[in-house]
């Protein structure tokens, strides 16, 4: 779906996703400590608009310009040292770059064909700082037979280990599994992925002593 289709979808409905941030992401941030977070494709906000609540500087991109608008004004009803936190962008992801330093990458249920997801979370792992963490939550490919709700395109779902196979060489993978989803017309089932940017291993500091010494 290009931008303009996402903002017919957002413009028809009251929140397609809900105000409540993501279980999944909740789970995962709660125990990390705040820093900077990106959220990608952050639709109407509810994964950005919780992260700044819980003392992350967020910022929040997504290419539909009627979910921003819609962002924002969920978020202004929030304490202004909550909104304040955030910073609400209308882009592409496949051409917007991002400088190295988010503690946090959340890319929930973005659904793109193959190329362009590899693209997309491999320039999500670049946008990490050291030891920084990236949550990759979408509908399982098997989803479509096992599953309920989602896009019914397989060809835009994937498995963990199509998202391992995106990203390992760069990044450190701390989870990647099948979650299920319990919704009103029965059990989802999504593919999850946690990784973290490795830390450089510094060199030894000039001046210190050899075993020699
Ligand atoms: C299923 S929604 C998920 C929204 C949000 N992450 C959440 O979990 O509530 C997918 C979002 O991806 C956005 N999107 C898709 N392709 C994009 C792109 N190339 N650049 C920016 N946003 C994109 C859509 O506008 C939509 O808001």
Redesign the pocket.
Known sequence: ???AA??E??AKADL???APP?AV?VEIVTVLHPGRAL?????????AIWLATRGWEVSA????QV?IDKARTVASKSPRSVRNRIDWAT??????TFDGSFELI???????PKD?RRQ?LRKAVDALAEAGVLIV??HDTTNIADGVGGPQDPDILFTPEDVVADIEDEAQILAAEKRERHVEAGTAIDALVVAARPVKESAAPLDEPGLDD
């Open positions: 779906m290009d931008a996402w903002d979808k957002y397609v996703w809900g993501n992401v959220d990608l494709a952050c639709g109407e906000g509810r994964n991109i997504d290419f539909s979910a882009g592409d992801i496949l051409t917007t959340v890319v929930a249920y973005l659904h793109l362009e997309v939550l979408g």
